[in-house]
Protein backbone atom coordinates (compact mmCIF):
# COMPACT_ATOMS: atom_id res chain seq x y z
CA UNK A 1 0.00 0.00 0.00
CA UNK A 2 1.13 3.55 -1.19
CA UNK A 3 1.36 6.69 1.32
CA UNK A 4 -1.25 8.83 -0.04
CA UNK A 5 0.66 12.19 -1.26
CA UNK A 6 -3.15 13.96 -2.45
CA UNK A 7 -5.90 14.38 -0.85
CA UNK A 8 -8.90 11.86 -1.39
CA UNK A 9 -11.64 13.87 -0.26
CA UNK A 10 -13.98 14.69 -3.06
CA UNK A 11 -14.15 18.57 -4.08
CA UNK A 12 -17.40 20.51 -2.58
CA UNK A 13 -17.87 19.09 0.98
CA UNK A 14 -20.19 21.08 2.98
CA UNK A 15 -21.72 21.09 6.21
CA UNK A 16 -25.11 19.77 7.17
CA UNK A 17 -26.90 19.98 11.03
CA UNK A 18 -27.24 16.10 11.15
CA UNK A 19 -26.50 12.61 9.86
CA UNK A 20 -28.16 9.39 9.94
CA UNK A 21 -26.03 6.51 10.42
CA UNK A 22 -26.24 2.97 10.01
CA UNK A 23 -23.76 0.22 11.20
CA UNK A 24 -24.55 -3.31 10.09
CA UNK A 25 -23.22 -6.84 9.65
CA UNK A 26 -22.56 -10.09 10.53
CA UNK A 27 -19.16 -8.35 12.75
CA UNK A 28 -19.04 -7.42 16.07
CA UNK A 29 -18.71 -3.72 17.02
CA UNK A 30 -21.64 -2.20 15.74
CA UNK A 31 -22.85 -0.79 19.12
CA UNK A 32 -19.69 -0.59 20.36
CA UNK A 33 -18.62 1.93 17.43
CA UNK A 34 -22.31 3.85 17.86
CA UNK A 35 -21.25 3.95 21.91
CA UNK A 36 -18.15 5.85 20.69
CA UNK A 37 -19.79 8.40 18.95
CA UNK A 38 -21.57 9.19 22.19
CA UNK A 39 -17.78 9.84 23.71
CA UNK A 40 -17.88 12.61 20.78
CA UNK A 41 -20.72 13.88 21.16
CA UNK A 42 -20.39 14.35 24.84
CA UNK A 43 -16.92 15.73 24.58
CA UNK A 44 -19.11 18.56 22.17
CA UNK A 45 -21.32 19.24 24.89
CA UNK A 46 -24.60 17.37 23.00
CA UNK A 47 -27.17 15.98 24.89
CA UNK A 48 -27.23 11.80 23.91
CA UNK A 49 -29.26 9.16 24.30
CA UNK A 50 -30.00 5.38 23.97
CA UNK A 51 -32.60 3.41 23.01
CA UNK A 52 -31.96 -0.49 23.13
CA UNK A 53 -34.31 -2.79 21.34
CA UNK A 54 -33.38 -6.11 22.49
CA UNK A 55 -31.55 -5.88 25.99
CA UNK A 56 -33.40 -5.42 29.00
CA UNK A 57 -32.78 -3.68 32.34
CA UNK A 58 -31.66 -6.76 33.58
CA UNK A 59 -28.23 -6.43 31.62
CA UNK A 60 -25.22 -4.86 33.56
CA UNK A 61 -23.64 -3.78 30.66
CA UNK A 62 -20.32 -1.59 30.92
CA UNK A 63 -20.64 0.74 27.90
CA UNK A 64 -24.50 1.36 29.77
CA UNK A 65 -23.05 2.21 33.41
CA UNK A 66 -20.28 4.56 32.29
CA UNK A 67 -22.54 6.66 29.62
CA UNK A 68 -25.00 7.10 32.47
CA UNK A 69 -22.43 8.41 34.95
CA UNK A 70 -21.65 10.97 32.07
CA UNK A 71 -25.15 12.17 31.48
CA UNK A 72 -26.44 10.21 28.48
CA UNK A 73 -30.05 8.98 28.92
CA UNK A 74 -30.63 4.78 28.73
CA UNK A 75 -33.02 3.27 28.15
CA UNK A 76 -32.82 -0.73 27.79
CA UNK A 77 -36.54 -1.63 26.82
CA UNK A 78 -35.66 -4.89 24.95
CA UNK A 79 -36.54 -8.46 26.35
CA UNK A 80 -33.72 -9.91 25.92
CA UNK A 81 -32.06 -13.17 23.66
CA UNK A 82 -35.53 -14.46 21.30
CA UNK A 83 -34.41 -17.39 21.68
CA UNK A 84 -34.96 -17.33 25.66
CA UNK A 85 -38.39 -15.72 25.38
CA UNK A 86 -41.70 -17.77 26.92
CA UNK A 87 -43.72 -15.29 24.73
CA UNK A 88 -42.56 -13.71 21.38
CA UNK A 89 -46.11 -11.83 20.97
CA UNK A 90 -44.86 -10.30 24.45
CA UNK A 91 -41.72 -9.22 22.39
CA UNK A 92 -42.88 -7.35 19.79
CA UNK A 93 -45.17 -5.42 21.92
CA UNK A 94 -42.16 -4.45 23.87
CA UNK A 95 -40.14 -3.93 20.99
CA UNK A 96 -43.60 -1.39 19.81
CA UNK A 97 -43.35 0.08 23.14
CA UNK A 98 -39.36 0.76 22.73
CA UNK A 99 -40.01 2.16 19.07
CA UNK A 100 -42.93 4.49 20.48
CA UNK A 101 -40.21 6.07 23.37
CA UNK A 102 -37.69 6.44 20.60
CA UNK A 103 -40.29 8.26 17.91
CA UNK A 104 -40.51 10.66 20.47
CA UNK A 105 -37.20 10.77 21.60
CA UNK A 106 -36.56 12.18 18.14
CA UNK A 107 -39.31 14.39 17.45
CA UNK A 108 -38.85 16.10 20.69
CA UNK A 109 -35.46 17.71 19.58
CA UNK A 110 -34.27 17.70 22.70
CA UNK A 111 -31.50 15.40 22.28
CA UNK A 112 -27.92 15.69 19.51
CA UNK A 113 -27.43 12.30 19.23
CA UNK A 114 -30.16 9.29 19.83
CA UNK A 115 -28.78 5.89 19.14
CA UNK A 116 -31.29 3.10 18.20
CA UNK A 117 -29.19 0.09 19.35
CA UNK A 118 -30.31 -3.48 17.27
CA UNK A 119 -33.44 -1.67 15.88
CA UNK A 120 -32.78 -3.68 12.67
CA UNK A 121 -33.95 -6.96 14.15
CA UNK A 122 -37.96 -6.05 15.69
CA UNK A 123 -38.02 -4.19 12.02
CA UNK A 124 -37.05 -6.90 10.29
CA UNK A 125 -39.15 -8.97 12.12
CA UNK A 126 -42.63 -6.96 11.13
CA UNK A 127 -42.32 -6.20 14.79
CA UNK A 128 -42.09 -2.37 14.32
CA UNK A 129 -43.05 -0.49 10.39
CA UNK A 130 -39.93 -0.18 8.96
CA UNK A 131 -41.73 2.69 6.64
CA UNK A 132 -42.76 4.55 9.74
CA UNK A 133 -39.05 4.10 11.40
CA UNK A 134 -37.63 5.31 8.18
CA UNK A 135 -39.91 8.36 7.47
CA UNK A 136 -39.42 9.54 10.91
CA UNK A 137 -35.94 9.25 10.65
CA UNK A 138 -35.65 11.13 7.10
CA UNK A 139 -37.97 13.64 8.88
CA UNK A 140 -35.86 13.59 12.08
CA UNK A 141 -35.28 17.15 13.63
CA UNK A 142 -32.95 19.37 11.76
CA UNK A 143 -29.95 19.13 14.48
CA UNK A 144 -30.68 15.64 15.55
CA UNK A 145 -28.25 13.25 14.84
CA UNK A 146 -29.38 9.25 14.49
CA UNK A 147 -26.92 5.96 14.58
CA UNK A 148 -29.28 2.71 14.41
CA UNK A 149 -27.56 -0.41 14.41
CA UNK A 150 -27.98 -4.36 13.94
CA UNK A 151 -27.50 -7.23 11.42
CA UNK A 152 -29.35 -7.33 7.61
CA UNK A 153 -30.10 -3.06 7.72
CA UNK A 154 -33.43 -2.76 5.80
CA UNK A 155 -32.59 -1.61 2.26
CA UNK A 156 -34.85 1.50 2.58
CA UNK A 157 -32.72 2.07 6.02
CA UNK A 158 -29.47 2.09 4.22
CA UNK A 159 -30.96 4.30 1.20
CA UNK A 160 -31.98 6.67 3.83
CA UNK A 161 -28.50 7.04 5.90
CA UNK A 162 -25.94 9.33 5.31
CA UNK A 163 -23.46 6.70 6.25
CA UNK A 164 -23.30 2.88 6.44
CA UNK A 165 -20.81 0.49 7.79
CA UNK A 166 -20.85 -2.75 7.34
CA UNK A 167 -19.09 -4.56 10.05
CA UNK A 168 -17.84 -7.98 8.71
CA UNK A 169 -16.51 -11.19 10.67
CA UNK A 170 -13.84 -13.09 10.02
CA UNK A 171 -13.20 -14.57 13.00
CA UNK A 172 -15.58 -14.93 16.23
CA UNK A 173 -14.36 -16.25 19.49
CA UNK A 174 -17.57 -18.11 20.15
CA UNK A 175 -16.49 -20.46 16.87
CA UNK A 176 -13.65 -21.59 19.03
CA UNK A 177 -16.16 -22.38 21.96
CA UNK A 178 -15.54 -19.06 24.19
CA UNK A 179 -17.99 -16.92 25.60
CA UNK A 180 -18.93 -13.54 25.56
CA UNK A 181 -16.45 -11.49 27.43
CA UNK A 182 -16.94 -9.33 30.57
CA UNK A 183 -15.11 -5.76 29.15
CA UNK A 184 -14.90 -6.97 26.12
CA UNK A 185 -18.65 -8.01 25.21
CA UNK A 186 -20.48 -5.91 27.62
Given at each position: MEVPTEDPRPSGLRSVPSLLLVNTGDGKGKST???????RAIAQGWRCAVVQF???GDWKAGEEKTAKSMGVDWWALG????WD???LGVDEAVARRAWGHARSLIEAAEHRLVVLDEVTYPMNWGWIDSDEVVSVLRGRPKRTSVICTGRDAPEA???AADTVTEMRSLKHA??????????IDY
Amino acid sequence: MEVPTEDPRPSGLRSVPSLLLVNTGDGKGKSTAAFGVILRAIAQGWRCAVVQFLKSGDWKAGEEKTAKSMGVDWWALGEGFTWDSKDLGVDEAVARRAWGHARSLIEAAEHRLVVLDEVTYPMNWGWIDSDEVVSVLRGRPKRTSVICTGRDAPEALIAAADTVTEMRSLKHAYESGIVAKKGIDY
